[in-house]
């Protein structure tokens, strides 16, 4: 990559840091799920449970955009030459693409065969659950 790109990779990767921080931690605190649920109402508990695994499956992925970002760029710093190559076959990956996602570490295909691959074993059939 020229120093060009590699400075406009680096300022990509600087706001999406701001972008994911500045969203602030989506935090469950107990008055957002309001009072415990008495006999009564213990048919919306489900639904208070499913928030807040919501809100924490949220902040999951916002810690794992954070790491990948401060890989990137630890990338970006020690091995400049090898940033922007695919990883998997070595080929550069389009320019376009790294500005969009700068922490991608595969071309179009390599990681699309990847999804391919990793997502098989994880989708069941509904006759899967059948005897
Ligand atoms: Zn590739």
Redesign the pocket.
């Known amino acids: 990559m020229t120093p060009d790109q590699i400075a406009r990779v680096r300022r990509r990767l600087e706001e999406l840091r701001a972008e994911v921080e500045g969203a602030g931690n989506i935090a469950v605190r107990a008055e957002d799920i309001g009072p415990v649920p008495s006999a009564a109402d213990e048919d919306e508990a489900p639904f208070r449970e499913m928030d807040q695994s919501i809100a924490s499956s949220r902040n999951r992925v916002r810690a794992d955009q954070l790491l990948r970002i401060a890989v990137a760029e630890r990338r970006l710093e020690e091995d400049p030459d090898s940033f922007g190559l695919?990883e998997?076959?070595?080929?550069p990956i389009p320019p376009r693409r790294l500005e969009l996602l700068p922490f991608v570490r595969?071309?179009v295909?390599?990681q699309s065969a990847a999804e391919v691959r990793s997502s098989k074993p994880v989708r069941k059939k509904v006759t899967d659950y059948q005897e």
């Not at 998997?88 to 080929?91: D, G, R, V």
């Open positions: 695919c998997k076959c070595e080929e595969k071309c295909d390599c």
